[in-house]
């Protein structure tokens, strides 16, 4: 049996010593500097008897300079999260792909750094993250077919130019929920035969809240101008998709009714012949 000080000892969201990393295989010495890893089983698995759960589960990150576009689990493939240290915030980026698992028995004769920790309002951004890639929003395919053939000026392209436009809202919006013909899933045929879309620009109200009220408006902004370029002309109205509303809405302000019909649009869930998803509760 593992010893139950250093079993009770680890939670989700704990970091490794750089020497723990090395030692686990999960770096080089030389990166041991510059690596992070996460431990991203969840509580209950960590402190259940090993004969039950024997691996815990790492995904291994680095250091960035500051959150950008994949903050609060934006895009399933990719994190950007917040950690706290006696000096001051630092930045994760946690790729999903770079899990890996090891016997719990060895991470329990590990201890976790002391000098860095992870928040209660981070650990539900982790989990909800850790969860998306599994529980995805589901939206007709002849709909997001539509995003991707958008035409606009200039070298971008229109899922590029959504993609900057969050990244520009860094650290203080959460993400895109996206109210799509009422939640009716239709395959539309004719360009006249539009989609009725309504966005709101989802902002943190924890922290700055005149600030992320502000981005998430000026988000907003940008969505209506870059909606109307690609789908909006004086002669024929509106073709493919009507934005029918962009707002800023406030995380503190969202209700239930509206987390149960809204969906969260995320730019690398755009295909739903390669990836079957599956439908996503917004937290």
């Known amino acids: ?99 890996q698992k090891i016997e719990k028995q060895k991470l329990f004769e590990l201890s976790p750094r002391n000098d860095i920790e992870l928040g209660g309002r ?68 004719a360009p006249d035969d539009v989609y009725q879309l309504g966005i709101n620009v989802l902002y943190d109200s924890a922290k700055d809240e005149p600030t992320a009220a502000a981005v998430a408006k000026a988000a907003a902004h940008a969505l209506e101008v870059l909606f109307s370029t690609a789908f909006y002309s004086e002669q024929a109205g509106w073709q493919n998709i009507c934005l029918q509303y962009c707002d800023p809405m406030s995380d503190n302000a969202i209700t239930v009714a509206q987390r149960e019909m809204l969906k969260q649009w995320r730019l690398e869930h755009m295909s739903l012949q390669d990836d079957p998803p599956q439908p996503m509760i917004t937290n």
């Not at 990166?31 to 291994?60: M, N, Q, R, Y």
């Not at 589901?138 to 229109?158: K, M, Q, Y």
């Not at 969050?166 to 929920?177: A, F, T, Y």
């Open 122 to 189: 981070g650990i539900g951004i982790l989990q909800r993250w850790l969860a998306a890639r599994y529980h995805r929003a589901a939206f007709p395919e002849a709909f997001e077919d539509r995003l991707r053939a958008a035409v606009i000026p200039g070298r971008r392209t229109f899922l590029k130019k959504i993609e900057l436009i969050l990244s520009d809202g860094g650290e203080h919006i959460r993400g895109l929920l996206f109210d799509l013909d009422e939640g009716v899933n239709i395959e539309r045929k």
């Open 1 to 99: 049996m593992a010893d139950s000080g250093r079993q009770f000892s680890w939670r989700q969201g704990d970091l490794l010593t750089g020497e723990a990393a090395v030692a686990l295989g999960c770096c080089a010495q030389e990166d041991a500097g510059a690596t992070f890893v996460v431990v991203i089983s969840h509580d209950c698995d960590l402190t259940a008897e090993i004969e039950k759960e024997p691996l815990a589960e790492l995904i291994v990150g680095r250091h960035i300079d500051k959150l950008g576009g994949d903050s609060y689990g934006k895009t399933a493939r990719r994190l950007h999260i917040e950690y706290q240290t006696p000096d001051g915030p630092v930045f994760l980026e946690l790729m999903a792909t770079a899990k």
